[in-house]
T-cell receptor, first 114, second 114 residues
Framework: GAGVSQTPSNKVTEKGKYVELRCDPI?????LYWYRQSLGQGPEFLIY????????DSGLPNDRFFAVRPEGSVSTLKIQRTERGDSAVYLC????????????FGPGTRLTVL | QKEVEQNSGPLSVPEGAIASLNCTYS??????FFWYRQYSGKSPELIMF????GDKEDGRFTAQLNKASQYVSLLIRDSQPSDSATYLC??????????????FGTGTRLTIIP
């Protein structure tokens, strides 16, 4: 079956612009996570969804970042007024149920803010 | 601040030898530990998880956990050039059952020399 997909694969934007990053989890997976990975670093947790609700958004760096998952499947990470420091690879992962050991990662979206 | 520490490497190991990767974590309450492999430009892929003290073997891979020392390791036997990658150690949040948000180390870059 299909894995986690993310679009776009690359996004180049200018400082101050708004961007949306999309994640399509594995069908039937109820838990969805967003991480951010900067060069030379491990992924850093941003937000966790259980179904439609954001169960833990403690990793969002500030209020410019927001994520939704309105129907409990596809999720969109939204970044307002982008800054150069937002440049990173944004990774989405899903797991079958909360507490499931295996998180399957998508290929990521490389965001570059000029 | 929960921390996961890894030696960033690079670690060079001859083909056929045993590669040993190490990780320490700061939160004594942590319960679940994961090793991910990440090829350059790709997303993380789960290799193994371990919960209990001792060893867990899966093919050429062995994970070792010592909770008293807050230490996790990964051994790769009969190393192959295809094992060349960055290996990420991750720990799940012990305070939120069902929320498997992960804290990652910075990763150890492993190179297998033919």
């Amino acid at each position: 079956g299909a894995g986690v997909s993310q679009t776009p694969s690359n996004k180049v934007t200018e400082k101050g612009k708004y961007v949306e990053l999309r994640c399509d989890p594995i069908s039937g997976h109820t838990a969805l996570y967003w991480y951010r990975q900067s060069l030379g670093q491990g992924p850093e947790f941003l937000i966790y969804f259980q179904g439609t609700g954001a169960a833990d958004d403690s990793g969002l760096p500030n209020d410019r970042f927001f994520a939704v998952r309105p129907e409990g499947s596809v999720s969109t990470l939204k970044i307002q007024r982008t800054e150069r420091g937002d440049s990173a690879v944004y990774l989405c992962a899903s797991s079958l149920t909360p507490g499931d050991d295996t998180q399957y990662f998508g290929p990521g979206t490389r965001l570059t803010v000029l | 601040q929960k921390e996961v520490e890894q030696n960033s490497g690079p670690l060079s190991v001859p083909e056929g030898a045993i590669a040993s990767l190490n990780c320490t974590y700061s939160d004594r309450g942590s319960q679940s530990f994961f090793w991910y492999r990440q090829y350059s430009g790709k997303s993380p892929e789960l290799i193994m998880f371990i919960y209990s003290n001792g060893d867990k073997e899966d093919g050429r891979f062995t994970a070792q956990l010592n909770k008293a020392s807050q230490y996790v390791s990964l051994l790769i036997r009969d190393s192959q050039p295809s094992d060349s990658a960055t290996y990420l150690c991750a720990v799940s949040d012990p305070t939120n059952f069902g929320n498997e948000k992960l804290t990652f180390g910075t990763g150890t870059r492993l190179t297998i020399i033919p």
